[in-house]
């Protein structure tokens, strides 16, 4: 018998209330009792995406609300910029490329942050002039947070739309839809909503509603317009995923019980407590200091350890799930999520497991320093 933790970046815990949710009897999607809570889980998405606009929600993964963005705002031969550091920027271009779309590539170091100027200087000397620029605000495979309020700014200032992948973060960190400005935002249920993978989500401004009368992809279970029309009837164009929905509605009672700001400031301090713990162990952080992510942390291993092999002895022997690194990072880092139902104690156990399996794999350290560390984050901002 094992005691399992999941502190992937996706999918991440479920909140007791979320768990009840899920096993309530099904009900049918076309009646009053379903559609009053789709009512309530409408307005929870605004809350979370901050904004007034219409949230349309889809029966996919997050990958799905991505391509929905390009099948509605773009026609085949256009021009995209796609920021590309990691990868989800990565899946933006060829997203792109699946539909005839010209991405033009900012292609970024892994573990930094996209240069908001290179965008700028793309979208002066790209022709024909980009239609959309496809950014990701957390980058979940390096763990680095973009600066998208300042890409909004400059883009703005164009023609162009800001397609902002919101699948990493949303809920976790500040992501202000309406204050910066961002055309159009997507994000998934699996990560910081606390719900089980299979919605995803996007909510688009009027900017980017001018694209969508203009874009002649093809397009059919993602096309904007049913979903508008049926959200002014206060429904959905399919069949809906009943039970995601309601557990959707209860996880955003949490969310709005505790408050998004609040929220915000505790998983920067969970965040914290990783980089202090990591940096105690003596390890070194994978992203950049200036673009770490408090949505997940990526931590640099030592060149002495498997670290594929020490993520999988966490998990099966110890019942603590990280994530590894992906691509040319496989091995070499792990990944701390900080987002969603995970609290503080849960990162304690896990960096007391990482400090155990790290001694047990060879590597010296001094058992007890990177919990320490942990604690000594959350005594200092009293959680
Ligand atoms: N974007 C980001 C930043 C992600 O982290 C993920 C999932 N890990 C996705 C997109 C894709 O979402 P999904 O796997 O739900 O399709």
């Known amino acids: 018998?094992?005691?399992?933790?999941?502190?992937?970046?996706?999918?991440?815990?479920?909140?007791?209330?979320?768990?009840?949710?899920?096993?309530?009897?099904?009900?049918?999607h076309r009646t009053p009792q379903f559609l009053s809570i789709f009512k309530e889980v409408c307005v929870g998405l605004k809350y979370v995406f901050a904004t007034k606009q219409d949230c349309f929600v889809f029966t996919s993964s997050?990958?799905?609300?991505?391509?929905?963005?390009?099948?509605?705002?773009l026609s085949a031969g256009d021009t995209a910029i796609c920021v590309n550091?990691?990868?989800?920027?990565?899946?933006w271009g060829k997203l792109c490329q699946a539909y005839g779309v010209e991405p033009v590539i900012v292609d970024v170091e892994w573990g930094k942050a996209v240069d908001p100027k290179v965008i700028e200087e793309k979208l002066k000397n790209t022709k024909p002039a980009p239609k959309a620029v496809f950014t990701t605000l957390c980058e979940t495979s390096t763990g680095v947070s973009t600066d998208i309020r300042e890409i909004a700014k400059i883009v703005n200032k164009t023609d162009a739309?800001?397609?902002?992948?919101?699948?990493?973060?949303?809920?976790?960190?500040?992501?202000?839809?309406?204050?910066?400005?961002?055309d159009v935002v997507v994000s998934g249920s699996q990560k910081g909503l606390m719900i089980p993978p299979g919605l995803a989500f996007c909510t688009l401004n009027e900017k980017a509603w001018k694209l969508v009368e203009a874009s002649?992809?093809?397009?059919?279970?993602?096309?904007?317009?049913k979903y508008k029309a049926s959200l002014a009837k206060n429904d959905m164009p399919w069949t809906s995923a009943i039970s995601l929905i309601v557990a959707l509605n209860s996880a955003f009672k949490l969310l709005q019980q505790r408050g998004l700001e609040n929220g915000f400031k505790y998983y920067e301090v969970l965040a914290d407590s990783v980089r202090a713990a990591a940096l105690a162990l003596g390890l070194e952080l994978f992203a950049d200091a200036s673009c770490r992510s408090n949505a997940v942390t990526s931590i640099k291993l030592p060149a002495s350890v498997d670290g594929a092999k020490l993520v999988k002895i966490m998990r099966d022997d110890y019942g603590v799930a990280v994530?590894?690194?992906?691509?040319?990072?496989?091995g070499k880092i792990i990944r701390i999520a900080h987002m969603g139902y995970i609290n503080e104690f849960e990162i304690v156990l896990c960096i007391s497991c990482l400090e155990r399996i790290l001694s047990k794999m060879g590597h010296k350290i001094d058992l007890g320093v990177g919990v320490k560390a942990a604690q000594e984050v959350f005594i200092k901002n009293s959680l």
């Open 85 to 91: 550091g990691g990868k989800f920027g990565e899946r």
């Open 1 to 28: 018998m094992k005691k399992n933790y999941l502190l992937t970046p996706g999918p991440t815990p479920l909140p007791p209330e979320v768990m009840e949710s899920l096993a309530r009897p099904i009900i049918h």
């Open 216 to 225: 002649k992809l093809p397009k059919f279970y993602y096309d904007y317009k």
């Open 62 to 73: 997050g990958t799905g609300a991505m391509e929905s963005t390009v099948v509605n705002l």
């Open 161 to 182: 739309v800001l397609v902002v992948d919101a699948v990493s973060g949303l809920g976790a960190v500040p992501c202000y839809t309406d204050e910066w400005q961002i």
């Open 323 to 330: 994530a590894g690194g992906q691509e040319h990072l496989k």
